[in-house]
């Protein structure tokens, strides 16, 4: 990654997804900037930023337009140029992840559950692709919840189906430009956005005792995936779900012997 620069959007804290990116892609020589939403979080971001040698750290809510513009208006102001963005943001009512979908969700919440955890992305991809003048990746963050019904995940499956839409789209459209876009999904991980979920204790140790690896998967498990998917070495990989879940996505139903016992 020596000579790449990269925004990374969605670090809370040490637990989550985009600081094992993040961490990953430093070790890697790659030069990063990051995004913090409010105050109180930033305070969290700097010095994790700072210990990887970035001061580049920039305040951004993707539900006002105007503060995903300005981050871009600051990057210009420091970087030529722009190599990878690392979307990993994702918000829903945490009241609406739990219970029965078509009972709970309410339009509002499914419009703002979309337009953070979805629509961000391609706004985001707007702006970005503006900048990569020698190609580029893009990388999401979704969930299996996606394709199969996980219970509790309700409208955040909804908008992470739509998220793997977009992020199909979106390499199409930029692909003739070089600049490739694909996703991770992630078996759970316990962050702050995991512990919205209702049962995500159960719903961890359940992926634990099924997965073919037989444990759940680490930030540095995912860190790795990422450096793939936004290095060269996966330059003829675009518009792909690359799972990172030990396994878990390939199963069809509970081991026998857990059934059994
Ligand atoms: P996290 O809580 O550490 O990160 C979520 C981030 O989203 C936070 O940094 C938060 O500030 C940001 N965010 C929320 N609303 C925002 C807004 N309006 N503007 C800007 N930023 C906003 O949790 P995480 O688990 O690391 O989540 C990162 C991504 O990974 C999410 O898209 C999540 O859905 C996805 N994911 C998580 C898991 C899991 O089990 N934790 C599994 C698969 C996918």
Same mark, same amino acid.
């Given at each position: +990654?020596?000579?790449?620069?990269?925004?990374?959007?969605?670090?809370?804290?040490?637990?989550?997804?985009?600081?094992?990116?993040?961490?990953?892609?430093?070790?890697?020589?790659?030069?990063?900037?990051?995004?913090?939403?409010?105050?109180? !979080?930033?305070?969290?971001?700097?010095?994790?930023?700072?210990?990887?040698?970035?001061?580049?750290?920039?305040?951004?809510?993707?539900?006002?337009?105007?503060?995903?513009?300005?981050?871009?208006?600051?990057?210009?102001?420091?970087? %030529?140029?722009?190599?990878?963005?690392?979307?990993?943001?994702?918000? =829903?009512?945490?009241?609406?992840?739990?219970?029965?979908?078509? %009972?709970?969700?309410?339009?509002?919440?499914?419009?703002?559950?979309?337009?953070?955890?979805?629509?961000?992305?391609t706004e985001?991809a707007q702006r970005?692709a503006?900048? +990569?003048?020698?190609?580029?990746?893009?990388?999401? !963050?979704?969930?299996?919840?996606?394709?199969?019904? +996980?219970?509790? #995940?309700?409208?955040?499956?909804?908008?992470? @189906?739509?998220?793997?839409?977009? +992020?199909?789209?979106?390499?199409? %459209?930029?692909?003739?430009?070089?600049?490739?876009?694909? @996703?991770?999904?992630?078996?759970?991980?316990?962050? !702050?956005?995991?512990?919205?979920?209702? &049962?995500?204790?159960?719903?961890?140790?359940?992926?634990?005792?099924?997965?073919?690896?037989?444990?759940?998967?680490?930030?540095? &498990?995912?860190?790795? =995936?990422?450096?793939?998917?936004?290095? %060269?070495?996966?330059?003829? $990989?675009?518009?792909?779900?690359? #799972?990172?879940?030990?396994?878990?996505?390939?199963?069809?139903?509970?081991?026998? &012997? $857990?059934?059994?016992?």
């Amino acid at each position: +990654m020596q000579g790449k620069r990269g925004l990374i959007m969605g670090v809370a804290n040490d637990h989550s997804i985009a600081w094992g990116i993040a961490k990953t892609l430093a070790q890697h020589g790659a030069e990063l900037a990051f995004t913090y939403q409010g105050e109180a !979080l930033g305070k969290r971001v700097a010095p994790l930023a700072q210990s990887l040698g970035s001061e580049l750290v920039i305040p951004c809510d993707v539900e006002d337009i105007a503060s995903v513009d300005a981050v871009f208006e600051t990057l210009d102001r420091t970087w %030529d140029g722009l190599d990878f963005v690392v979307h990993a943001i994702g918000f =829903s009512d945490k009241s609406q992840l739990k219970g029965s979908y078509v %009972d709970v969700t309410t339009r509002e919440n499914f419009s703002r559950t979309m337009v953070i955890s979805c629509f961000s992305f391609t706004e985001i991809a707007q702006r970005a692709a503006k900048r +990569m003048r020698n190609g580029g990746s893009l990388l999401t !963050l979704t969930y299996g919840g996606s394709t199969r019904v +996980m219970p509790n #995940y309700n409208v955040m499956g909804v908008a992470k @189906a739509a998220l793997e839409a977009s +992020m199909r789209y979106i390499a199409s %459209d930029l692909g003739p430009k070089g600049i490739r876009c694909n @996703a991770i999904s992630a078996g759970p991980v316990r962050t !702050l956005a995991g512990a919205g979920i209702s &049962d995500a204790r159960l719903m961890f140790t359940y992926q634990k005792a099924h997965a073919p690896l037989r444990r759940t998967v680490t930030i540095e &498990d995912i860190g790795g =995936s990422a450096l793939y998917l936004l290095s %060269d070495l996966s330059n003829g $990989v675009t518009g792909e779900i690359h #799972y990172v879940d030990s396994g878990y996505n390939i199963i069809s139903m509970p081991r026998p &012997d $857990v059934l059994k016992a």
